[in-house]
């Protein structure tokens, strides 16, 4: 560490290098970032965690990437790039861009949420990960074994039935015991559970404020701001219609009309969906001051539940975004009002006991997800 530098500064990039990324003295790291003044990380994150690698006396290594992937031959020469490391760290959006890859030679990798250096050094990035990885673990468990799941949110969505995990664990057999690998890359913070599928789910979703794109390609116009709400009619894994004034229904149909046809993908095709449990997540500013910035983050907030749509995969092409969700498994509610309570999910007291800070937190969460109830 730099002597002149506050030990403060390197709460968040130990948290992500000791115990996300389990770096050891002498291995190799790459920290990719974005070119300086892209607007979306800050330049400070990555500095810092370069830092606290050479304090941990890690060989580190630093590149920059596009922001984005445009093609097949893009992301061929970014996996060129990442052998011979041990470690690759991602402040850059190409690595959401690759989370789903199924190269098996991939180096140890992940993806950091944090944007900047308060996000980093706050208690989003300094919370104990393995607390959030055991707390994540006992979410996915009452999912997949869950008898009925129910939705509801403030502008209306009622939702409601028994996961179908039947795909998913004829891919993943994993599943049935829980240690499924949901993606390649690791997350940091661990911010999210598991996406459940929405096959044996039906129902109504209120579409309020925007439709915003999911960060596996980009395309213009990449969010359609929304002037009233529009509810998607779902049953399985098919939107059946959209209910509404007859402009937004026309505005919503013709945006999925334009991103479908662009990738040659099922327009509507509902993947799967899941909320944020991470109760340190935050974004201060307006999500439509930044819109690119908000669905690269605060999804990991329980006030927000989001939907992956447009696309027969995880994440598809365009995401709905409910806030303050309610979500009953077996007529618990573990959300309620877009706070997560992991005490009333089975099996949660080992996960709980073993991390009191975490349980602060939840007991108080943050609330700024940059939108307005």
Known sequence: MSPTAPVEQFSGAMTLLRECVGGMAGERLLIVSEPQ?????????????????RALNMRVYQTQSDCFLASAEDTSTLMETLKGFDHIVFFSRVGDQIRFSDDSDMPSSTMCYTLDLESLNSPFGTACYFGMCEIKKVIDAAFIQAEHVRLSCPMGTTYEGRPDWGLQATLNPALKNNEAKDVRIKRFPMLISQPVPSK??????????????TGSQYYEPY??????????????????????????????????????????????????????????????????TDIMRWSGSAFGNPRILH????????????????????IWIDDVPVWENGQLFPERLPNSAEALDSHPHLVELYKHPYREVGLVA
């Open 37 to 53: 003044g892209s607007g979306f990380y800050d330049d400070a994150a990555p500095r810092i965690t370069a830092a606290a690698g």
């Open 200 to 213: 044996g789910l039906s129902g109504k979703i209120a579409l309020s404020r925007f439709l915003v794109g």
């Open 223 to 288: 969010h359609l701001p929304l002037k009233s709400t529009v509810f998607a009619h779902v049953a399985n894994n098919r939107i059946s219609h959209f209910e509404g004034s007859p402009e937004e229904v026309l505005r919503v149909e013709q945006h999925y009309e334009h991103v479908s046809s662009k990738f040659d993908i099922d327009p509507l095709f509902v993947h799967s969906w899941h909320a944020g449990i991470h109760p340190g997540c935050h974004f201060q500013p307006l999500a439509e």
């Open 307 to 326: 939907f992956h749509t447009c696309g027969d995969y995880a994440p598809g092409e365009i995401s709905w975004n409910i806030l303050d969700p309610t």
